[in-house]
DNA sequence: TTTATATGTAACTTTTTTGTTACGCATTTT
DNA sequence: AAAATGCGTAACAAAAAAGTTACATATAAA
């Protein structure tokens, strides 16, 4: 694992790792406590965290010798942002078939 | 490339095919089209075409021998609910920090 | 009907990713 | 202080992804 990733979408290309951010949605969680829920070695768990780390996606409190792992929302913000990239196509979309409608399709009889 | 993938978010993992969906945003455009804007080969354009494709990001549009590429809402789509899934916990977060501004930071006095 | 164009695909090679084991280093616990 | 715990990292091995060239096929143009 390149363990420098800093793409968003890069990050989210893993299933373990989208895996590994629903748990952390649902609660604050030591990486141990994470990898205990995988398959995978506590080590390749630690990478996973820290590509996620990197791409933004969660921040780490440390306390004492556990390292805690919270979610970060710039991650999310920049997919968040790609995607709306693309609002104009389908409102563009949207008002072509409502203008298509409009002009060959007879109104509903009330 | 593994054509056959048909997970949106490994679809998008590679910058050459989020480039080539704003491009299509942009405008159509025949396979051959995409192909001259990149530095790859034709049959490496080709391929990611067809993982788009498969990954429900765009639709082909057969005109004889050319094959044009439209964007599909259903990829963006599965990404976007993807996304959404995190809203609770956005709003969780906020309303945490506000009730903690609420009882720890006096109102500014006007 | 030749020739040119647009594209798909198979067979490989190269790069990237993902995962593992082994080890090191703090911080707790006992 | 000694043992246990939580974690990072280096050094691989295995698997997946990305790219290439060579060739096949169908449609359009001459």
Chains 1, 2 share one sequence.
Not at 51 to 71: D, H, P, S, T, W
Not at 88 to 99: D, G, I, V
Request: a neutral charge; one cysteine or more; aromatic letters at 10%.
């Amino acid at each position: 694992m390149s363990t420098e990733t800093v793409d968003a979408f890069q990050a989210l290309a893993d299933r373990g790792r989208r895996e590994i951010l629903m748990m952390v949605a649902k609660e604050k969680r030591s990486i141990n406590a994470i990898a205990e829920n995988f398959d995978i070695s506590r080590p390749a768990v630690s990478k996973h965290i820290k590509i996620l780390q990197n791409a933004g996606f969660i921040n780490i409190e440390e306390k004492g010798r556990e390292r805690y792992c919270v979610l970060n929302q710039d991650g999310f913000s920049e997919v968040q942002q790609w995607i709306n990239l693309f609002e104009e196509y389908w409102t563009a979309q949207f008002r072509s078939l409502e203008n298509y409608l409009a002009t060959n399709v007879p109104p509903p009889k009330k």
